[in-house]
């Protein structure tokens, strides 16, 4: 018998007879031992409780606030789907997803029974959730994982899901065997001694170092096996409890940005030019005079500053991600540095206590992926330009790469670009600009004059 067919006859046994004596624990009893709250137990019907095979407590750790949205993977009857039903209220949202078709629905009757409304349960695959990328603020699991093949898949699905800065909490049963010289062969898809234990949370465990291994690999940080429990579904066995966060995009890019300028040489990558000549001719067009304040938006190592120094310009401000970054800017231009602003942090997490005359982006804005942080990008501009100020912004063009620094970017043309712009800024101006790089290619660039317009 194929394993996902076991494991559906057995929970289908499970779903029809809650009552019978599977030889592991499930019930109050269970709930109680795992330290689930009093209160939820009150506030839900009783009948849903003979249900509960939960191996551990994944709310025991779990942050989820009144609003969020929720994904319990492998959600059986819907015990946690329900409890996490009452952390995150009527304006949250809870989905429950399940391989065996009578839990999906014995857990939507237990949904109706409840009387709430913002719960989904659909039965599906734990590498296949029918739900949106980036859309999910805490995933939660309990004794499921481990009855999957492929662990892999189901944590990098996991990944997409979550928003950044998601979480993800749960219980699952671990292999406790010591380690052998034969063990290390074993991969992470679980090829279980025998099917007759699969289902019955034996064979599809792994060592708890392993299973952190593979939830670091999917992305994770700040993985963490935060304790053992009681459970035992045999003797080389136990239920333990995990938590994880997906890093937020803001981290991502920190930690990509320092290492590139860390590792390679600034002067030698595909971006870099050694005289920014039409940023310097669009600032003298836009800037008035030197004294104006001008922001370099993602000023990486470029030599814009220098340029801008040499020039006489006088109030600069230079913003990147990346610390290792601006060092090297300080060091090259040495003294210099001391009239210069350096602001290291994400364009999305700007806050500036003074306004602009021109903000200069180079390369930024098309590495934003997501429509909110696109958004947020151009608030942040409008509330830091002057009045009438401009914005110069390029971006790789409809005739460019589409990935850059093994990252993908937005390509944009003048429809494009007008699309994303927030009601106070009108774009005036699109050109074309062909960069040669430093390996002597080229480049399709198109830079972007945009204004900010102040209506009486």
């Known amino acids: 018998?194929?394993?996902?067919?076991?494991?559906?006859?057995?929970?289908?046994?499970?779903?029809?007879?809650?009552?019978?004596?599977?030889?592991?624990?499930?019930?109050?009893?269970?709930?109680?031992?795992?330290?689930?709250?009093?209160?939820?137990?009150?506030?839900?019907?009783?009948?849903?409780?003979?249900?509960c095979a939960a191996v551990g407590n994944?709310?025991?750790?779990?942050?989820?606030?009144?609003?969020?949205?929720?994904?319990?993977?492998?959600?059986?009857?819907?015990?946690?789907?329900?409890?996490?039903?009452?952390?995150?209220?009527?304006?949250?949202?809870?989905?429950?997803?399940?391989?065996?078709?009578?839990?999906?629905?014995?857990?939507?009757?237990?949904?109706?029974?409840a009387g709430f409304e913002n719960v989904e349960i659909?039965?599906?695959?734990?590498?296949?959730?029918?739900?949106?990328?980036?859309?999910?603020?805490?995933?939660?699991?309990?004794?499921?994982?481990?009855?999957?093949?492929?662990?892999?898949?189901?944590?990098?699905?996991?990944?997409?899901v979550l928003k950044p800065g998601g979480k993800l909490y749960f219980a699952d049963m671990i292999d406790i065997t010591e380690p052998t010289c034969c063990s290390a062969e074993r991969n992470s898809c679980c090829e279980g001694s025998g099917e007759e234990e699969w289902a019955n949370c034996v064979a599809g465990t792994i060592r708890e170092a392993e299973?952190?291994?593979?939830?670091q690999k999917a992305g994770f940080e700040a993985v963490e096996c935060t304790g053992h429990t009681h459970y035992m579904t045999a003797e080389t066995t136990r239920g333990a409890t995990f938590r994880a966060s997906k890093v937020?995009?803001?981290?991502?890019?920190?930690?990509?940005?320092?290492?590139?300028?860390?590792?390679?040489?600034?002067?030698?990558?595909?971006?870099?030019?050694?005289?920014?000549?039409?940023?310097?001719?669009?600032?003298?067009?836009?800037?008035?005079?030197?004294?104006?304040?001008i922001i370099d938006v993602g000023c990486g190592a470029a030599y814009f500053v220098d340029e801008?120094?040499?020039?006489?310009?006088?109030?600069?401000?230079l913003l990147d991600v990346s610390k290792n970054a601006l060092e090297i800017v300080k060091d090259r231009v040495g003294d210099a540095a001391d009239g210069i602003k350096c602001i290291c942090t994400d364009i999305t997490a700007f806050k500036s206590g003074k306004t602009y005359a021109l903000w200069h982006d180079r390369a930024v804005f098309h590495f934003l992926q997501d429509e909110n942080e696109r958004k947020q990008y151009f608030?942040?501009?409008?509330?830091?330009?002057?009045?009438?100020?401009?914005?110069?912004?390029?971006?790789?063009?409809?005739?460019?790469?589409?990935?850059?620094?093994?990252?993908?970017?937005?390509?944009?043309?003048?429809?494009?670009?007008?699309?994303?712009?927030?009601?106070?800024?009108?774009?005036?101006?699109?050109?074309?600009?062909?960069h040669t790089t430093p390996k002597q290619s080229t480049q399709s660039f198109r830079f972007f004059v945009i204004e900010k317009i102040v209506r009486v």
């Open 1 to 51: 018998m194929a394993k996902n067919a076991q494991v559906i006859e057995l929970y289908t046994e499970l779903a029809e007879h809650p009552e019978k004596d599977f030889g592991w624990e499930k019930g109050f009893g269970n709930a109680k031992a795992h330290g689930y709250k009093k209160e939820w137990m009150d506030l839900l019907p009783e009948t849903i409780w003979h249900y």
């Open 58 to 113: 994944p709310f025991k750790d779990a942050i989820i606030t009144e609003g969020d949205t929720v994904l319990d993977l492998g959600c059986g009857a819907g015990v946690d789907v329900l409890v996490a039903r009452l952390h995150v209220g009527g304006q949250g949202k809870v989905h429950g997803v399940d391989i065996t078709p009578k839990m999906v629905e014995v857990a939507r009757k237990h949904v109706v029974m």
């Open 122 to 160: 659909e039965q599906c695959g734990f590498d296949a959730v029918g739900l949106e990328n980036e859309s999910v603020d805490v995933v939660i699991s309990n004794g499921a994982i481990n009855l999957t093949e492929c662990k892999e898949s189901v944590f990098a699905e996991i990944y997409r």
């Open 211 to 215: 299973l952190v291994a593979l939830i």
């Open 248 to 293: 937020t995009n803001e981290l991502r890019r920190a930690v990509h940005w320092d290492t590139v300028f860390a590792t390679k040489d600034y002067t030698q990558v595909l971006w870099h030019q050694d005289v920014p000549e039409f940023s310097l001719l669009q600032t003298e067009k836009y800037v008035k005079h030197k004294c104006d304040a």
């Open 308 to 317: 801008l120094i040499e020039q006489g310009y006088t109030d600069i401000t």
């Open 379 to 434: 608030e942040i501009m409008k509330e830091t330009l002057d009045e009438n100020g401009t914005a110069l912004i390029g971006t790789f063009s409809e005739n460019g790469p589409d990935r850059c620094s093994d990252l993908d970017v937005v390509q944009y043309d003048s429809e494009k670009m007008r699309s994303a712009l927030i009601e106070g800024l009108v774009l005036r101006e699109s050109i074309e600009i062909i």
